[in-house]
């Protein structure tokens, strides 16, 4: 079964910081992958998501990801971060599952706290 | 505005007694899908449903039950066979078993006395 690893729980910045949250999964074949976003005290949305091409996804309000399939990983980047981007970020990976349906299984959370 | 809907959005229960939380849908998706979140657990997958009448146990069903009678529809009952039922319950939906991401409902969080 695939699994997704979120290794930083908690992350604090400051505004205008860079951010990067790490998200690795182990699967062997092919992966569709997802970003969502948590902002308090509202549903769970789409940050990005890659499916194929171009390894670097641009997702909504400056975010991009990087798919590098060498390392299972599909870290979550942007270059300065605003107060507003306060939430929990969920990475997600999407496989073919037992009976062709694709289900998709999340990280653990990472909570980002950006201080004013 | 097309979404999904839990209700309700704060529940409380007596322990040993079902406990049903609803998610009604109008975006006339296919898929739907019932996750359970716990702090540093994120979303775990209790059941899944991709059609009409036809449900899947996801990785945690055990304690669980839900039934899937209509497409906008897809009730999860909590059972007293569910040892840790004190949890925030987010329901999901999507067109198809595809690639489409999930559209959530904004979660009913349920505790157990």
């Known amino acids: 079964a695939q699994s997704v690893s979120q290794h930083n729980h908690h992350v604090i910045l400051s505004e205008a910081a860079s951010l990067e949250l790490g998200c690795n999964y182990s699967?062997?074949?092919?992966?569709?992958l997802f970003w969502y976003v948590q902002y308090p005290g509202q549903h769970l949305q789409l940050l990005l998501k890659y499916f194929s091409g171009d390894p670097l996804v641009k997702g909504i309000k400056g975010f991009e990801a990087e798919f590098i399939k060498s390392k299972f990983s599909f870290n979550l980047r942007k270059p300065s971060v605003q107060w507003s981007d306060t939430a929990e970020y969920f990475c997600a990976v999407s496989t073919i599952s037992s009976g062709s349906a694709r289900q998709l299984t999340f990280g653990s959370g990472t909570q980002l706290t950006v201080l004013p | 505005d097309g979404g999904i809907t839990q209700s309700p959005k704060y529940l409380f229960r007596k322990e040993g007694q079902n406990v049903t939380l609803s998610c009604e849908q109008n975006l006339n998706h296919d898929a739907m899908y019932w996750y359970r979140q716990d702090p540093g657990q994120g979303l775990r997958l209790i059941y899944y449903s991709q059609i009409v009448n036809d449900f899947q146990k996801g990785d945690i069903a055990e304690g669980y039950s839900v039934s899937r009678e209509k497409k906008e529809s897809f009730p999860l009952t909590v059972t007293s066979a569910q040892k840790n039922p004190t949890a925030f319950y987010l329901c999901a939906s999507r067109p198809g078993p595809g690639n489409s991401p999930l559209h959530f409902g904004n979660g009913t969080r349920l505790t157990v006395t």
């Open positions: 699967y062997g074949g092919t992966v569709n």
